[in-house]
C-alpha cells in the first residue's frame, strides 16, 4: 500500500492541469485586452485632471510592461515596428532638444507598450472576435445611456454625471472628455464593431444594416446628437456610409452635392458651424475658418502654418527637428490661442519633430502595415477625424487599437480562439 501511495505522489501532472493554467492565463490577458479598449475608450471625470491628463488611462499604460512580463504576453512583429518607430522620436529629440521633454517620450512609450500588449493578447487567442463585439457593443449602450443621463439632468436641476468639458445645453461630453472626444470615439467604436460583425463576409445593404443592428445605430446616433458638436454632425453620417458598400460613399457624396444649398439654410448652431466651416476650407483662409468654427480651425490652423513655412530643402522637414520645431512653426500665430502656445496635432505636428520619414515610420509601423479591405474604412474615417489630434492622447491610440484589432480578425485564422478558452456568445 505505501509503495502505491508512493507511486501516485510522483504522477506528473495531467494535461488537464496544463490546460486549466492555459485557461486562467488566457483569461487574465483578455482582462489586461478588454481593460485597455475601455480605459482608452472612455473617460470618467473621477479620473480627469484639470489640463484633461487621465489618471486611469495613465496608470494602465504604466501597468502594460510589467502586465506583458506578468501574463507572458507573446511579443510579435509589433513590438519590432513599435520600438523602432518610438526610438527614432527618441533619437531625433535627443538631437536637438535634448531631456526637455522627457515625460512627454515617456508617455509616447507607455501607450506604445499598452499597444503592444494588446496585440500580445490578439496574436494569443486570448481576445476573441465575439468578446470585442460584445464589448464594443457596451460601451456605445454605456455611452448612450449617459449622454440621456446627463440631458435629463441638466434639464430637471440634478447633477450631471461625468460631467468633465461640457457646454450642458445640447453639448455633452458622455464618456468623453469633451464632446468632439466623445465624438471621435464613438464612430471608431461603432465603425469597428459593424466591421467585425461582416464576419469576414461582404459590407451589408442599407437595409440589412438597419435591420441587424437597429439598437446600436440607434444608442450611437442618439449620443452623437446630444454632443451638439459640429465634428459629430458630419461624421454621424459618414461613420454609417463607411460601414455600407462602397457605391453608397459615392452615393452619399452626390446626395450631400446636391443638398448643399438646403443645409446652408439650417438653422442649427451645429450644422450651420460644420457648413460655414467646409465652405471656408477650401480657401485655406485662417481668418474665414476662425470666423466659421474656432475649434475647427484650431485643428488645421497648424497644417496651414507648416505648409506656408517650411521648405523641403530644409533637413529638418525630411528627419526632423524636435519638439522645438512646433514652436518655430506655430507658437505666436494660432489665432485666439495665447502667444506662448505651441500645438499641433499628429498631422503636422510629429511631421514637425520627425520629419517625413520618422512620421512616415509611424505611419507604417501602425496604420499603413494593417491596410486591407476590411480596414480601409477605418483608416479613410481616420483621416478626417483622428490625423490631427495629439499622438499622446487616448483617443488617438484608442484607434489603431481598434484598427489593429480589426486587421487581425479580417484573416480567418485569427478566429481561432487559445487552446482551451472558450469564446463569448454575441
Same mark, same amino acid.
Given at each position: 500500500?505505501?509503495? /502505491?501511495?508512493?507511486?501516485?505522489?510522483?504522477?506528473?501532472?495531467?494535461?488537464?492541469?496544463?490546460?486549466?493554467?492555459?485557461?486562467?492565463?488566457?483569461?487574465?490577458?483578455?482582462?489586461?485586452?478588454?481593460?485597455? !479598449?475601455?480605459?482608452?475608450?472612455?473617460?470618467?471625470?473621477?479620473?480627469?485632471?484639470?489640463?484633461?491628463?487621465?489618471?486611469? !488611462?495613465? #496608470?494602465?499604460?504604466?501597468?502594460?510592461?510589467?502586465?506583458?512580463?506578468?501574463?507572458? !504576453?507573446?511579443?510579435?512583429?509589433?513590438?519590432?515596428?513599435?520600438?523602432?518607430?518610438?526610438?527614432?522620436?527618441?533619437?531625433?529629440?535627443?538631437?536637438?532638444?535634448?531631456?526637455? *521633454? @522627457?515625460?512627454?517620450?515617456?508617455?509616447? =512609450?507607455?501607450?506604445?507598450?499598452?499597444?503592444?500588449? /494588446? %496585440?500580445?493578447?490578439?496574436?494569443?487567442?486570448?481576445?476573441?472576435?465575439?468578446?470585442?463585439?460584445?464589448?464594443?457593443?457596451?460601451?456605445?449602450?454605456?455611452?448612450?445611456?449617459?449622454? +440621456?443621463?446627463?440631458?435629463?439632468?441638466?434639464?430637471? =436641476?440634478?447633477?450631471?454625471?461625468?460631467?468633465?468639458?461640457?457646454?450642458?445645453?445640447?453639448?455633452?461630453?458622455?464618456?468623453? $472628455?469633451?464632446?468632439?472626444?466623445?465624438?471621435?470615439?464613438?464612430?471608431?467604436?461603432?465603425?469597428?464593431?459593424?466591421?467585425?460583425?461582416?464576419?469576414?463576409?461582404?459590407?451589408?445593404?442599407?437595409?440589412?444594416?438597419?435591420?441587424?443592428?437597429?439598437?446600436?445605430?440607434?444608442?450611437?446616433? +442618439?449620443?452623437?446628437?446630444?454632443?451638439?458638436?459640429?465634428?459629430?454632425? =458630419?461624421?454621424?453620417?459618414?461613420?454609417?456610409?463607411?460601414?455600407?458598400?462602397?457605391?453608397?460613399?459615392?452615393?452619399?457624396?452626390?446626395?450631400?452635392?446636391?443638398?448643399?444649398?438646403?443645409? #446652408?439654410?439650417?438653422?442649427?448652431?451645429?450644422?450651420?458651424?460644420?457648413?460655414? /466651416?467646409?465652405?471656408?476650407?477650401?480657401?485655406?483662409?485662417?481668418?474665414?475658418?476662425?470666423?466659421?468654427?474656432?475649434?475647427?480651425?484650431?485643428? +488645421?490652423?497648424?497644417?496651414?502654418?507648416?505648409?506656408? &513655412?517650411?521648405?523641403?530643402?530644409?533637413?529638418? $522637414?525630411? /528627419?526632423?527637428?524636435?519638439?522645438?520645431?512646433?514652436?518655430?512653426? !506655430?507658437?505666436? *500665430?494660432?489665432?485666439?490661442?495665447?502667444?506662448?502656445?505651441? $500645438?499641433?496635432?499628429?498631422?503636422?505636428?510629429?511631421?514637425?519633430?520627425?520629419?517625413?520619414?520618422?512620421?512616415?515610420?509611424? %505611419?507604417?509601423?501602425?496604420?499603413?502595415?494593417?491596410?486591407?479591405?476590411?480596414?480601409?474604412?477605418?483608416?479613410?474615417?481616420?483621416?478626417?477625424? #483622428?490625423?490631427?489630434?495629439?499622438?499622446?492622447?487616448?483617443?488617438?491610440?484608442?484607434?489603431? +487599437?481598434?484598427?489593429?484589432? @480589426?486587421?487581425?480578425?479580417? *484573416?480567418?485564422? &485569427?478566429?481561432?480562439?487559445?487552446?482551451?478558452?472558450?469564446?463569448?456568445?454575441?
Amino acid at each position: 500500500m505505501n509503495r /502505491f501511495n508512493t507511486a501516485i505522489s510522483t504522477i506528473p501532472a495531467t494535461p488537464s492541469w496544463s490546460a486549466a493554467r492555459d485557461v486562467q492565463r488566457a483569461w487574465r490577458q483578455w482582462m489586461m485586452a478588454a481593460t485597455i !479598449v475601455a480605459v482608452f475608450g472612455t473617460a470618467l471625470s473621477p479620473f480627469i485632471l484639470g489640463d484633461q491628463r487621465n489618471v486611469l !488611462v495613465i #496608470l494602465v499604460a504604466a501597468l502594460s510592461l510589467p502586465t506583458i512580463v506578468f501574463l507572458r !504576453v507573446p511579443l510579435g512583429a509589433d513590438l519590432g515596428w513599435s520600438a523602432t518607430a518610438v526610438a527614432y522620436l527618441i533619437v531625433v529629440e535627443l538631437l536637438h532638444g535634448g531631456l526637455g *521633454n @522627457v515625460s512627454s517620450l515617456g508617455y509616447t =512609450g507607455m501607450f506604445a507598450l499598452s499597444y503592444i500588449a /494588446f %496585440c500580445g493578447a490578439l496574436d494569443s487567442g486570448a481576445v476573441t472576435r465575439e468578446r470585442l463585439m460584445l464589448l464594443l457593443c457596451r460601451m456605445i449602450q454605456a455611452y448612450a445611456v449617459t449622454s +440621456v443621463l446627463q440631458l435629463i439632468g441638466s434639464r430637471v =436641476g440634478l447633477p450631471v454625471p461625468n460631467h468633465i468639458l461640457s457646454k450642458e445645453s445640447w453639448s455633452y461630453n458622455s464618456l468623453g $472628455v469633451e464632446p468632439s472626444h466623445a465624438a471621435r470615439a464613438l464612430a471608431f467604436t461603432l465603425l469597428a464593431y459593424l466591421i467585425l460583425a461582416r464576419r469576414g463576409g461582404p459590407a451589408p445593404s442599407v437595409r440589412e444594416l438597419w435591420r441587424q443592428e437597429r439598437s446600436i445605430l440607434l444608442a450611437f446616433s +442618439v449620443s452623437l446628437i446630444l454632443t451638439g458638436s459640429s465634428l459629430a454632425v =458630419g461624421i454621424l453620417p459618414l461613420t454609417i456610409v463607411m460601414a455600407l458598400r462602397l457605391r453608397w460613399l459615392l452615393v452619399g457624396i452626390a446626395i450631400l452635392t446636391l443638398s448643399w444649398p438646403l443645409l #446652408l439654410a439650417v438653422e442649427l448652431e451645429s450644422v450651420h458651424r460644420l457648413i460655414a /466651416f467646409l465652405t471656408a476650407l477650401p480657401s485655406m483662409d485662417i481668418m474665414a475658418m476662425v470666423q466659421a468654427d474656432h475649434s475647427g480651425a484650431l485643428r +488645421v490652423m497648424p497644417l496651414i502654418l507648416f505648409l506656408q &513655412s517650411a521648405s523641403l530643402s530644409d533637413l529638418s $522637414v525630411w /528627419f526632423g527637428g524636435g519638439y522645438e520645431a512646433i514652436a518655430y512653426y !506655430v507658437q505666436g *500665430n494660432l489665432i485666439g490661442m495665447a502667444k506662448d502656445a505651441a $500645438v499641433a496635432g499628429f498631422i503636422p505636428g510629429y511631421v514637425m519633430i520627425t520629419g517625413i520619414a520618422g512620421a512616415t515610420l509611424f %505611419c507604417h509601423a501602425y496604420l499603413f502595415r494593417f491596410l486591407n479591405a476590411q480596414t480601409l474604412p477605418l483608416l479613410l474615417l481616420w483621416i478626417p477625424t #483622428l490625423s490631427n489630434s495629439a499622438w499622446n492622447s487616448q483617443i488617438f491610440w484608442y484607434s489603431l +487599437v481598434l484598427l489593429r484589432a @480589426v486587421y487581425a480578425f479580417s *484573416n480567418a485564422l &485569427s478566429d481561432v480562439p487559445h487552446p482551451g478558452f472558450p469564446g463569448a456568445s454575441r
